[in-house]
């Protein structure tokens, strides 16, 4: 715009100078070398216009070849990230299609051009794991974090894709770097939650927990059914590794509140029966069934193998007091006697039991005890009504 204005002022100042100079036009002498010119000043005035003229003019026209080029270059470069997007699109169709080959095959193909490679690489990725193949899952991976664009996604990525593989310990690896900068990240935690359980990391799930609950990850009834589950595995785990002595010590740990739960003295008692400790597992069902006589702790009763069943038959014949019809306490006091070889009382108990609801497990301890009685007749009758609970009914 200048460079026009300067021109312009040029040749107004030639049309206002110019007359006055038409009759005395001076003289001008330019010697380079061997070579002379001559002219007058008014041409060397005119020429050295049409000079800046010229320059303007190739300027304009240098700049417009330029803008043709560039504009050129855009049309090829959108005609390919048109292409580029096209592809990507049918390739995530496919992707959810589960059609992985075509589908690894053309978001390939659109990364180049892509307006998001990150995308087209970790959907690369995951397609590649669809048809088995690792290697190549692992090498579109590192394509994405190449990117570096969100770290996050790749990584999450990867220890997803690595989870449903069953690469459990890989993808304990993939999370664990990220917990610290995402402490807040439901995804995450979620799927770190999953392969703790998968690895059976029972103390790495206890700690998981309260951030599982601050982010509202889970609700609190899964964070309780977490909790035990977890408390049951890791009682497991050190029953096997220390013993019942190691586990002893351990229970004793833990908080009251653990302590007074039936689920975990459940799995506390199945522990210590499983190790031959059965008359610590008693000592541990009495003083519970002290404060609350709950059903799940009575059945376990029966389940132990005691030198003297006597101390035990007294205790549930003593809850019977409260509640006298309970099928439960009934059927843990015939397998008691039966084990006695106190068959009369144990029929009484058996039958009881199955007067308030039919089971099959009493239906065959009764015609054990009936068979003991020698009574083969009654033994019968009650195998054909047992027969008769346990075959599917048809309406």
Known sequence: ??????????????????????????????????????????????VVIAAFGALFLLELIIRKLFSLSSSTRGWFSGRKSKKARSFTNQGLVKLLEGDWKQAEKLVVKGANFSDAPLLNYLAAAEAAQGRGDVDNRDRYLQQAADFGADSLATAL?????????GQYEEALASLQGLVDANPRNAILLNLLKDTYLQLQDWQALLRLLPSLKRVKAITDDEAAKLEIKAECGLMAHIATQ?????????????SRAARQQTPLIACLVKQLIARQADSEAY??????????????????????SLPDYHPAILKLQDLLRYNENNPITHSALGQLYFREG????????????????????????????LEKLNESGEANHVSREALKLALPHKD
Do not use: C
């Not at 026009?4 to 110019?18: D, F, P, R």
């Not at 220390?242 to 833990?254: E, F, P, R, T, V």
């Not at 068959?343 to 301890?365: C, G, K």
């Open 242 to 254: 220390k013993g019942s002595d190691g586990l002893l010590a351990h229970w004793n740990s833990l």
């Open 157 to 165: 990525t990867r220890a997803k894709l690595q989870y449903r593989q």
């Open 283 to 304: 000592i541990i069902l009495r003083e519970n069934l002290k404060k609350k006589p709950d059903e799940t702790l009575i059945g376990l009763v029966s389940e132990l």
């Open 1 to 46: 715009m200048i460079k026009i204005l300067l021109l312009v002022i040029a040749l107004i100042a030639g049309l206002v100078v110019g007359p006055d100079l038409a009759g005395n036009q001076g003289y001008v002498l330019i010697s380079a070398a061997n070579q002379t010119i001559e002219m007058s000043l008014t041409t060397l005035v005119i």
């Open 342 to 369: 106190k068959w009369a009382e144990a029929r009484q108990h058996f039958e009881r039991a199955l007067d308030v609801r039919p089971d099959v497990t009493d239906y065959a301890w009764l015609v054990d005890t």
